[in-house]
T-cell receptor, first 111, second 114 residues
Framework: AQRVTQPEKLLSVFKGAPVELKCNYS??????LFWYVQYSRQRLQLLLRHISRESIKGFTADLNKGETSFHLKKPFAQEEDSAMYYCALGMGGSTLGRLYFGRGTQLTVWP | DTGVSQNPRHKITKRGQNVTFRCDPISEHNRLYWYRQTLGQGPEFLTYFQNEAQLEKSRLLSDRFSAERPKGSFSTLEIQRTEQGDSAMYLCASTQGQINSPLHFGNGTRLTVT
């Protein structure tokens, strides 16, 4: 069965410190992985997706099929990065948009 | 704001009552999704439409739930005979339905069943 695990419910770092939000998935096919972010009082929005291989707001994520992981990383956290982050798994093709979300990690960046 | 719009933002109802939520997607998006999010969890898929056709329903969607998208534009989600376990945030999202098109979420409707 498809599953996304985000082991950390809460994560706190100081401004300028590196941050890594962990995400592991379970899926036997070819996965599509995403990170969504929800800032305070805003709607859920896409941060980045593995297929794009891009860096957004300084965040990167690499799909590691061997470890079934898609960890989100940023070398120097900023206070404005404080938000709820959700890792999501898609199976592509005709199921486009049908995503399995993890429970989320609340990131707090202290000044 | 030309994003996904959901109404109402909040709904409080008594157990056993029926409720209906509305979602207006981004106008050129042909795919529309409903998700449910309970406290401390990520969104869970309920159902989706391509234009007016409902193509998939999750097992989470009991027969008390029904969704429609009559003209391929806005969608409604109705819950009949609400139960306390239905209390959640109901999220709507839309996309153009092409590979790499991201999901655009609405602000959600928060349902509280007393």
């Amino acid at each position: 069965a498809q599953r996304v695990t985000q082991p950390e419910k809460l994560l706190s770092v100081f401004k300028g410190a590196p941050v890594e939000l962990k995400c592991n998935y379970s899926y036997s096919g070819s996965p599509e992985l995403f990170w969504y972010v929800q800032y305070s009082r805003q709607r859920l929005q896409l941060l980045l997706r593995h297929i794009s291989r891009e860096s957004i707001k300084g965040f990167t994520a690499d799909l590691n099929k061997g470890e079934t992981s898609f960890h989100l990383k940023k070398p120097f956290a900023q206070e404005e990065d404080s938000a709820m982050y959700y890792c999501a798994l898609g199976m592509g093709g005709s199921t486009l948009g049908r995503l399995y979300f993890g429970r989320g990690t609340q990131l707090t960046v202290w000044p | 704001d030309t994003g996904v719009s959901q109404n109402p933002r909040h709904k409080i109802t008594k157990r056993g009552q029926n409720v209906t939520f509305r979602c207006d997607p981004i106008s050129e998006h042909n795919r529309l999704y409903w998700y449910r999010q309970t406290l401390g969890q990520g969104p869970e898929f309920l159902t989706y439409f391509q234009n007016e056709a409902q193509l998939e329903k999750s097992r989470l969607l009991s027969d008390r739930f029904s969704a429609e998208r009559p003209k391929g534009s806005f969608s409604t989600l109705e819950i009949q005979r609400t139960e306390q376990g239905d209390s959640a945030m109901y999220l709507c999202a839309s996309t153009q339905g092409q590979i790499n098109s991201p999901l655009h979420f609405g602000n959600g409707t928060r349902l509280t069943v007393t």
